[in-house]
């Protein structure tokens, strides 16, 4: 009975090892895949001439007004 169970348990580990090595296959998989629709699309923006704009995000780059606009909005609301 005990070797039975003992065996249940090997098969159970055999199994999740199959199922955890699948799902970092799928994941490489899915990466190499997104890196290479990104690729093309910037293939495709090139040839339509498409200039991409970068901006700059930035913790310091907050719109200063639309900040105080909610800071005050949240000490009227709580009056």
């Known amino acids: 009975m005990k070797q039975l169970i003992q065996r249940?348990?090997?098969?159970?580990g055999i199994i999740i090892a199959i199922i955890v090595i699948g799902a970092i296959f799928c994941s490489i998989a899915a990466w190499v895949n997104t890196k290479t629709?990104?690729?093309?699309?910037?293939i495709i923006k090139e040839h339509l001439g498409i200039v991409e704009e970068e901006e700059d995000i930035s913790v310091f780059s907050v719109d200063k007004e639309k900040s105080?606009?909610?800071?005050?909005?949240c000490i009227n609301s709580q009056a």
């Open 68 to 73: 105080n606009e909610y800071y005050f909005f």
């Open 37 to 42: 629709i990104i690729d093309e699309l910037r």
């Open 8 to 12: 249940e348990r090997v098969v159970i």
